[in-house]
């Protein structure tokens, strides 16, 4: 019996080799069938309710745009809001946007030692974008165009 070896595929000693081994070998496939077995069937089962959430989406939605259809006061009411609701977005960001301008031309230039300023990470600006276009306070708005301008 050589102490070094490793038993074929299951990375266990050859000192436990024998009918231990075998039994140890059996018991450590089966728990790795287990898992895989549960694994692929738990997928399959997310797949399924998956399916049958974007079936049921459709179906609403398909509902929603024939009812939407027969009144066309909502619809006119919905855009009214969403064009509302993005001039409010756009006019946040540009006030930030301003105000970042001031902050810079207030403060030292950011730049790194060859010169280069630094671009801002794009989820970092995501998120950035998503609080700007909400701050509709001058004291929030004020505050983001500070975090902008690294002040």
Do not use: C
């Not at 049958?52 to 259809?69: F, I, P």
């Not at 001039?87 to 730049?111: D, G, H, M």
Request: charge should be negative; avoid cysteine; hydrophobic fraction near 45%.
């Amino acid at each position: 019996m050589n102490g070094g070896g490793i038993l074929k595929g299951i990375n266990l000693p050859e000192i436990v080799a024998g009918p231990a081994g075998k039994a140890i070998s059996r018991l450590v496939a089966s728990v790795v069938d287990i898992p895989v077995a549960y694994l692929n069937a738990r997928t399959r089962e997310i797949q399924g309710r998956t399916d049958a959430a974007r079936v049921v989406s459709q179906a609403v939605a398909k509902a929603v745009a024939k009812q939407a259809a027969q009144d066309p006061a909502i619809i006119e009411r919905a855009m009214d809001a969403l064009v509302a609701s993005e001039y409010r977005k756009q006019s946040n960001k540009e006030t930030i946007a301003t105000k970042t301008i001031e902050q810079l031309q207030v403060i030292p230039n950011s730049s790194d030692a060859d010169g280069a300023v630094a671009e801002p990470d794009p989820d970092w600006m995501n998120i950035f974008e998503r609080h700007a276009e909400n701050a509709t306070t001058e004291r929030l708005q004020d505050l983001w165009a500070r975090v902008l301008a690294g002040d």
